[in-house]
Nanobody, 124 residues
């Protein structure tokens, strides 16, 4: 069972990135997949979550209107499209799998599987 994030990198303020979270060893169906992020010296915070079964999403207030979560069941992958990026979005971004969406910080123990993280850096 594995979650692998990709798509991170450096981008200027106002730019965009799309992160991917590819699952292997299990099907994303009937799961909830969330993106969390952690900046140096800060707690891991929830960014967005999608319930694969019904497609419902939850988005944190700090990124609402700028980030969009989506999924592709055929590819067993969840995406996080990030636009209008700000320096304060700089963090390591992780995806995690559970059965119920939750963006609580610290993350719920129900998130059983985690990826290794991908660095996103927003600077001029």
């Amino acid at each position: 069972v594995q979650l692998v994030e990709s798509g991170g990198g450096w981008v200027q303020p106002g730019g965009s990135l799309r992160l991917s979270c590819a699952a292997s060893g299990f099907s994303l169906n009937n799961h909830a997949i969330a993106w969390f992020r952690q900046a140096p010296g800060k707690e891991r915070e929830g960014v967005s979550c999608i319930s694969i079964g019904d497609g419902s999403t939850v988005v944190s207030a700090t990124v609402k209107g700028r980030f969009t979560i989506s999924s592709d069941s055929a590819k067993n992958t969840v995406y996080l499209q990030m636009s209008s990026l700000k320096p304060e979005d700089t963090a390591v971004y992780y995806c995690a799998a559970s059965y119920v969406c939750s963006l609580l910080s610290p993350p719920s123990n129900e998130y059983r599987y985690w990826g290794q993280g991908t660095q996103v850096t927003v600077s001029a």
